[in-house]
């Protein structure tokens, strides 16, 4: 069965500081990963999505990668804002998405 | 972009009743809907996969009778939690794909929070 992990569980930042997020998983043979984040009591909005045949993808200041066959992908966000602080979910497709545990960041005006 | 609404955004039902949660594709036909749950600082778990017109799938450890999955229509999937307990509050996402469509991309709703008393 698929696992997923995400490392750290908490991270808290200054403002403006890059940082980077991590998620590992089990079994290579994914459909594709996706990060989502998710504010408190609400539901999750897609940031990125990397088909299993590509390396990475951005958007604005984030920035994934992914590496099928270590089984690891990072998320990187670039020159932090308070407005970033939320969770970070990294979810792998099989059949199924597979969530990981998150990642609580919190970015300290 | 595709929508997935989920109503009611929150409910608290006393002990012993049943509520019912709806989820809705709306601007896409989706021929299967997922369920999960999410408790507090957890991650989300798969509860059910419901295919339109067919019963649903269960994940191991949830129980069927207690968590009933309707999938009507193509835009239309219903969890109803019976007989309610504390220990189901919880927060209740839904996703549907779009299958019809072509992308098979996967969608997620907004979430309900269920408050049991």
């Known amino acids: 069965k698929q696992e997923v992990t995400q490392i750290p569980a908490a991270l808290s930042v200054p403002e403006g500081e890059n940082l980077v997020l991590n998620c590992s998983f089990t079994d290579s043979a994914i459909y594709n990963l996706q990060w989502f984040r998710q504010d408190p009591g609400k539901g999750l909005t897609s940031l990125l999505l990397i088909q299993s045949s590509q390396r990475e993808q951005t958007s604005g200041r984030l920035n994934a990668s992914l590496d099928k066959s270590s089984g690891r992908s990072t998320l990187y966000i670039a020159a932090s804002q308070p407005g970033d602080s939320a969770t970070y979910l990294c979810?792998?497709?099989?059949?199924?998405?597979?969530f990981g545990t998150g990642t609580s960041l919190t970015v300290i005006p | 972009g595709a929508v997935v609404s989920q109503h009611p955004s929150w409910v608290i039902c006393k002990s012993g009743t049943s509520v019912k949660i709806e989820c809705r594709s709306l601007d896409f036909q989706a021929t299967t809907m997922f369920w999960y749950r999410q408790f507090p600082k957890q991650s989300l778990m798969l509860m059910a996969t419901s295919n339109e017109g067919s019963k649903a799938t269960y994940e191991q450890g949830v129980e069927k009778d207690k968590f009933l999955i309707n999938h009507a229509s193509l835009t239309l999937s219903t969890l109803t939690v019976t007989s309610a307990h504390p220990e189901d509050s919880s927060f209740y996402i839904c996703s549907a794909r779009d299958s019809l469509g072509g992308s098979y991309e996967q969608y997620f709703g907004p979430g309900t929070r269920l408050t049991v008393t």
């Open positions: 979810a792998v497709r099989v059949n199924q998405f597979y």
